[in-house]
């Protein structure tokens, strides 16, 4: 444990008392905040932090039991941009997001005590010390790694939003004052760094919110000792979580359209002939709801007056029940947090944080972010871990689909880019040490689109189309390396199909029902090779284990591992010049430099682990299987 102080910080203490005036509850004979002093300590560096001339962190008492509540957060008391006081504003600008939230969270800053997150706000470093904000030199460091190759993306992507923001500014020349430098793409970064490290998925309502006690608790890769729970499936208009007028509609219709289906089977009917009149009676009614709403707030009059409710503590979400309608300030459920008279205290939606792992007493409390890997964790939080089962290595699009063309043809990488594009469902990226989600029976099901068959033509042009295109876009699926040191799946078997002899894949690509049967089948297959491989299983028995249902030859197995260890190869190539790091800066001298070069230390040196043990094993398999 690094050296805490629990008393003498102001912060501390408002945001102590932030939390008791908005019923944020936790168990004081379980847990206990503490402030860490030391800048370079791991508490701080754990938060992306090191800037900060403070540090917060959750410590146990005693030791904590599995399920046991720890912590307690309303919903009332988390910042959202779809309950904020600029939630019209962003329904008119079609705004939401990280860019919701970063203009939420910039607005609230600038009501300073006003603003009835003050109490939790001022608690908050002024940014947190991700990549994004790293000096130039510092950013040198990261030079060949995946953080690198995303930080000028990121940059870009900021630009955008910022002009988005000075758009919004000049609009509402009202809205948006106080004491906040709107124009300066510094306090903007600063601001979203902040909501990268900090935000939690709260709700399909809200989305990602910043969740007050809950970004309290350190990370700690698949050890971590809590989990914060919710109910995420609220009312999507207004994020309630008990039935609201929304939902009672949404219910009616279902109904209907139940009763409708019901009818036209026992009629032997058209089906969609019912559902289509139910769906246009609903459509109708709630046309004639959204107009009449229309004529009564007009865009851009109603709201400043919201604003200035908001700018009132008396009028904000935490302290008065307002209408749940879209066009209203919140969309929250606050009887049991603003009356005094005891009614709707069971209808508080919260959020609770309970223990996972159990930990012993006086030692932190460690929460998790999520399964990610080194580069992820320092990217978006300033962090990374020494050993992480969920460290990747991003492959480029561009260098999958040369070696589709240097392994087949040109033309073939043009075909598989096209097959990427027409069943992009299937490619979502999932880091195979989080396992497989889906079904056995979900991986077998044959799926008929209506449009099975496509010809040659039809393929090639669209290759011919989409090709550069994949290499560009942002929302393509991504391909990896996976640790311990295994392609990802998706990856693996887009390789057996696209290396695959002219007449297969032509039968694969050209057949939605085959494709769909078959990409989860292969698959599958590498999966449990992998895993045969990972339990230290001779190549040839582990891909007799996996192939039982004879899915793919033994051949095609080690053509394949032969073009993954070449491009692990190639991507290695990339971060072989540790020169790029030079002499490590002392931390006595500079202590928020010597954190960043240990973490782009880290974070090379992981990466090459996982690329090296990839080559090593593919290699191998290649020369067996061969």
């Known amino acids: 444990m690094p050296n805490i102080t629990t ?5 501390l203490r408002v945001l102590l008392q932030w939390f008791a005036d908005n019923k944020i509850t936790y168990n004081d004979e379980a847990i206990q905040i503490v402030e860490q002093q030391n800048t370079a300590s791991p508490l701080a560096a754990s938060k992306g932090a090191a800037s900060l001339s403070h540090g917060f962190g959750v410590v146990s008492l005693r030791k904590l039991v599995s399920e046991e509540p720890l912590v307690v957060i309303p919903k009332t008391a988390v910042i959202s941009a779809a309950t904020s006081a600029l939630a019209n504003i962003f329904i008119d600008a079609d705004i939401g997001g990280n860019l919701a939230l970063c ?5 609230e800053k600038s009501l300073g005590h006003e603003s009835p997150w003050y109490g939790y706000l001022q608690s908050l470093p002024e940014c947190a010390d991700i990549p994004l904000l790293w000096d130039a030199q510092s950013r040198s460091w990261l030079k060949g790694t995946d953080v690198g190759e995303w930080i000028d993306r990121d940059q870009a992507s900021l630009l955008e939003d910022f002009g988005v923001l000075q758009d919004l500014v000049a609009e509402y020349p009202m809205v948006f004052g106080g004491d906040c430098k709107w124009d300066c793409f510094e306090s903007f970064l600063k601001v979203a760094s902040l909501v990268s490290s900090r935000a939690f998925s709260v709700d399909v309502h809200r989305d990602n919110s910043m969740v007050p006690f ?12 809590v989990h914060i729970e919710c109910e995420e499936m609220v009312c999507p208009v207004c994020g309630e979580a008990f039935g609201c007028e929304h939902m009672d509609a949404l219910e009616e219709l279902d109904n209907q359209e139940g009763a409708s289906e019901d009818e036209s089977e026992s009629e032997g009917s058209d089906e969609s002939g019912d559902d289509g009149e139910s769906d246009e009676e609903y459509e109708e009614d709630d046309d004639e709801d959204g107009s009449d709403s229309e004529n009564e707030d007009e865009p851009g009059e109603e709201l400043p007056q919201l604003v200035d409710q908001m700018g009132n ?3 904000s979400e935490l302290q008065q029940d307002e209408d749940v309608e879209m066009e ?12 005094d008279d005891g009614k709707g205290d069971e209808l508080v939606d919260t959020l609770e944080m309970t223990v996972f792992r159990p930990c012993n007493a006086n030692t932190e409390v460690f929460n998790t972010y999520g399964e990610h890997g080194s580069a992820y964790l320092l990217h978006r939080y300033g962090f990374c871990d020494t050993k992480n089962p969920f460290d990747s290595v991003a492959l480029s699009a561009d260098s999958v689909m040369q070696a589709f063309t240097m392994s087949v043809s040109e033309q073939r990488a043009k075909d598989v880019s096209a097959v990427i594009r027409r069943f992009e469902d299937l490619f979502e990226s999932r880091h195979r040490a989080c396992g497989q989600d889906e079904d056995e029976e979900d991986e077998e099901e044959v799926h008929d689109h209506g449009h099975d068959e496509e010809s040659d033509e039809d393929i090639q042009d669209a290759g011919d189309e989409e090709q550069e295109e994949l290499a560009d876009d942002e929302n393509a699926p991504q391909f990896s390396i996976d640790a311990p040191g295994h392609p990802d799946l998706n990856l693996a078997a887009l390789l057996v199909l696209g290396l695959a002899d002219e007449a297969v894949f032509a039968k694969a690509s050209q057949s939605e029902q085959v494709f769909r049967h078959y990409f989860p089948v292969i698959r599958r297959f590498w999966s449990m090779f992998q895993d045969e491989l990972d339990n230290d299983t001779p190549v040839p028995a582990a891909f007799r284990k996996a192939n039982q249902d004879g899915a793919v030859k033994k051949s095609t197995v080690g053509m394949v591992s032969n073009v993954i260890y070449r491009l692990a190869e190639a991507r290695l190539q990339l971060l ?3 020169s790029v790091l030079g002499e490590k800066p002392t931390a006595d001298c500079d202590p928020l430099m010597a954190s960043r070069w240990e973490s782009a230390k880290m974070l090379r040196s992981n990466e090459r682990k996982t690329l090296s043990q990839c080559i090593k094993t593919y290699k191998k398999i290649a020369a067996k299987l061969s």
């Not at 203009?103 to 607005?107: E, L």
């Not at 809950?214 to 000792?225: C, G, L, Q, S, V």
């Not at 209203?328 to 009356?339: L, P, Q, R, T």
């Open 7 to 11: 008393s003498g910080s102001d912060k």
């Open 103 to 107: 203009i939420t969270v910039m607005y």
């Open 214 to 225: 809950a970004d309290i608790f350190n990370h700690r890769t698949a050890k971590e000792n």
């Open 313 to 315: 503590p008396v009028a």
């Open 328 to 339: 209203s300030v919140d969309g929250e459920h606050s009887d049991g947090s603003d009356s």
């Open 576 to 578: 072989v010049d540790d």
